[in-house]
């Protein structure tokens, strides 16, 4: 099984392209992935079977969340378009007319941590590359493919690909700041994909992970994350509806993302999460059995990773991966003990997931279901954290409900004030951190030598080298595309269903640039 989870670059988390500035430069392809065009895409995900029933494939993206979805359903599209001529023996024909029409077209030259590699990475098996600097679209136009066959592979695939993108705009303006458009025009957007869903089947992608996470890293006590989080969930929902939609019809494509800290609280997240929403969900709005439940991910908390005696962190994780598997979460992420300092490292990777593994594959109580079920404190404290959660909500209600609060910034207030708490605590020593700010260790305490994993100058010219072939093969087409994409947005449309064609001749950049001149860039509230 393949599941794959997609950290991106802060260049491409404000929807941006590469450039040489210098506030842009030296992010690229730091913290994450450059993902600015089509053919990263593909490069990105070759390798795997996107279509396959046991590959899913988790975007960390919100901003521009639309255009990298439709850069991904592309590059699942083009993998079938390969595979199909492939197995029906007309691929030597596609080439030759990729020879003729794209003799140009980009090649993959993959990075590992030392530099640029030889050949492809171990377990590569080369496919999903064979479209690089084409789609299946441009096959049709050059007589290889029908426009039929072509749409029915499209059409399938959107039906088979499995993930998540988070696209959670309301978490971004009250907690993690990667807001590009104004707030309405990005709910827009979010509608626009959601109704795209709908309309095209797509049934095993979930469009939005409304997200607690960030909430919680920005400062915010377990309580105040899933009740911010909940809510965030019901505006959605109250969004959707009032476009038309059938509750049922996209409830099944929302999904939840928890962290999960060392606080007793942590223990119930999930319970009191999935009985608030099944109970709002079926008396308020009459959803179905399915509508009613409540899927969640869980990650290990990043803000209880510290770089004083680093080792430790691993041990904090395993203790909230406990939690989370207790709780009965859907799936997990258990993070890497050195994400305090850098981007984790292939050893630190392999010992976050032995963690997962050992609880899950060595530990008998992990290997019955809810085993923590009737325990009096369990018990207790769900029915505290449950009264607390009811208790925000209503705060919120007294404000307008979520919009109407985030105008008074009160969510952004309300965490800020948490977080000071936490920081002021921690360094008070009235909580305890072990390792930290007691039980130090006696002596000089050398830091632990962490491998740094950073972009090299190499690298990042290679990146803008890749976009400027990409704008430069592109050049005669990509004027008409963005001028399309700005009439259907201006005359009421469905932007996304145009970004599908769009991303195919245009930059991340160039897309998000002409959404500013018709949907309006984001300005905070003040």
């Not at 990263?40 to 996107?50: A, H, I």
């Not at 305890?432 to 491998?451: C, H, K, Y």
């Not at 290679?462 to 595309?481: C, N, V």
Request: net charge negative; charged share 20%.
């Amino acid at each position: 099984a393949a599941r794959l989870s997609t950290a991106f670059d802060s260049v491409t988390l404000y929807g941006a392209d590469p450039a040489l500035e210098p506030d842009v430069y030296g992010k690229i392809g730091n913290a994450g992935v450059s993902i600015c065009t089509l053919d990263d895409m593909k490069k990105l995900y070759s390798g795997f079977d996107l279509c396959a029933p046991t590959t899913s494939v988790s975007m960390t993206i919100n901003g521009p969340a639309p255009m990298l979805l439709a850069f991904f359903f592309n590059t699942a599209v083009d993998q079938q378009v390969e595979q199909h001529l492939k197995s029906e023996g007309r691929w030597e024909a596609a080439q030759s007319a990729l020879d003729e029409h794209a003799p140009h077209r980009p090649t993959y030259n993959p990075w590992g941590p030392t530099g640029l590699m030889n050949g492809l990475p171990q377990g590569h098996d080369g496919s999903g590359l064979g479209l690089l600097g084409a789609t299946g679209q441009d096959l049709v136009d050059w007589g290889v493919m029908e426009q039929s066959e072509f749409d029915a592979i499209r059409d399938r695939t959107l039906t088979q690909v499995r993930g998540t993108v988070q696209a959670d705009i309301l978490k971004e303006d009250q907690a993690q700041n990667t807001c590009i458009f104004s707030t309405e025009f990005a709910l827009r957007l979010m509608g626009d994909v959601q109704q795209s869903f709908i309309d095209k089947g797509v049934r095993n992608y979930y469009s939005v992970s409304v997200s607690g996470y960030h909430i919680a890293e920005a400062g915010a006590n377990p309580i105040t994350q899933l009740a911010f989080t909940l809510a965030n969930g019901f505006t959605y929902v109250e969004y959707y509806l009032s476009r038309g939609m059938n509750v049922d019809d996209f409830a099944r494509n929302l999904s939840f993302f928890f962290s999960n800290g060392m606080d007793a609280e942590y223990t119930v997240i999930g319970r009191v999460a999935r009985r608030i929403w099944s109970i709002a969900m079926r008396e308020r709005y009459g959803a179905d059995d399915r509508s009613q439940k409540l899927k969640y991910h869980i990650q290990t908390s990043g803000r209880s990773l510290h770089a004083q005696e680093i080792s430790f962190n691993d041990i904090r994780t395993t203790l909230q991966a406990l939690l989370a598997i207790y709780d009965n979460c859907n799936s997990l992420h258990t993070n890497a003990y050195d994400e305090a300092i850098t981007t984790p490292t292939e050893q630190s990777v392999r010992s976050a997931m032995a963690i997962q593994m050992i609880i899950n594959r060595e530990l008998g109580l992990a290997m019955n279901e809810n085993p923590l079920q009737g325990a009096y404190i369990v018990d207790y404290l769900t029915d505290l954290v449950e009264e607390a959660v009811w208790t925000e909500f209503d705060r919120l209600t007294d404000r307008g409900g979520v919009l109407g609060a985030m105008e008074t910034m009160y969510q952004r207030g309300r965490i800020q004030e948490e977080s000071m708490l936490y920081e002021q605590r921690k360094h008070s020593g009235e909580l305890p951190i072990i390792g930290v700010n007691t039980f130090l260790a006696d002596g000089e305490n050398e830091p632990q030598r962490v491998e740094l994993m950073r972009s090299s100058d190499d690298e990042k010219q290679a990146q803008l080298a890749t976009l400027d072939a990409f704008h430069a093969r592109h050049t005669d087409r990509s004027g008409d595309a963005l001028d399309r994409l700005k009439q259907v947005a201006l005359a009421g449309g469905n932007i996304f269903d145009q970004l599908l064609d769009t991303v195919r001749v245009c930059s991340l950049g160039q897309i998000t640039d002409a959404l500013y001149q018709v949907g309006g860039q984001y300005r905070r509230s003040m």
